[in-house]
């Protein structure tokens, strides 16, 4: 069983990639926070009385699950605001579509131009080009060759075959190769 | 090492130097989110043991709220209504409220009395 210390530096250990996994997919500051939290929460639930060293695998899966879970939420809600909205006043609709509009595509497809400029500009390529991955291709490499889980712990994480993630890891590869190409990035 | 794997690594080298230079507000935020975790154990191991076992056995906690609602349902229906002494004055006086008459087990029970 694992003690309050040993969560506690297991969570620290990998707060920050679990971070930025959610980020890559959901492109939301607060919601990526809150599936963090909810990830955490759900971990010190249901496992606390885990050996540490089997957290890693059970962290990524529910940090997996609880991403899933953040769009299945969307989704629904997304539904309810289609049927509602008829109701709404057609100006504010369009004004606030095109706000959101432009809010998305300035968040998620045009870094900034400081960005640009600065000596980020690397990282930034390779973090857009993640982002644009499909969602089960960027799993598969982050959990494979981020989180150095093996490719058994890796399909048990996402729920697939072995073999799912194989082809997942090498086509996410050869996405990532062709789009920093692209962006004129070599690493 | 497959030149796939190798060049996963480069992008991951890259991606753990993004991983430090993490702005210090976010970096923040998570610390006290981890914390709320971690106080948060303690509560689950003892606070919640019988709502986390219930969760845990769905099934069996369907099975006791079905085994619940059956008992009760049966009790309900096999229950004689107790007599007493002050149903049949008022029955002979002709003084018995009118939902007396609405209540179900009334006409088994006037049945049940009745010498005819």
Known sequence: MASS????????????????????????????LDVVQNAMLKLVERYHDKP????????????????HDHFRRGKVRDFWVRLVSPMRDKDDENTETLESLAAHTESTHQPSPEKEASANQQLAAIEQALAELPQRQREAFLLRYWEELDVAETAKAMGCSEGSVKTHCFRANNALAAKLKDRGISL | MTKEDEFAHRLITALNSGVREMDAATLQQLSVLRRQAVASQHSFAHGHHILSLLQRHSLASVLLVLFILISGYWFVQTRQPAYSPETDILLLTGDLPPNAYADKTFSKWLEARSPF
């Open chain 1, 5 to 32: 210390q040993e969560i506690d530096a297991f969570l620290a250990g990998v707060e920050r990639r679990a971070f930025k996994q959610a980020l890559f997919t959901i492109q939301d500051h607060h919601s990526a």
């Open chain 1, 52 to 67: 540490v060293a089997e957290l890693a695998p059970l962290f990524q899966r529910i940090l997996q699950n609880t991403i």
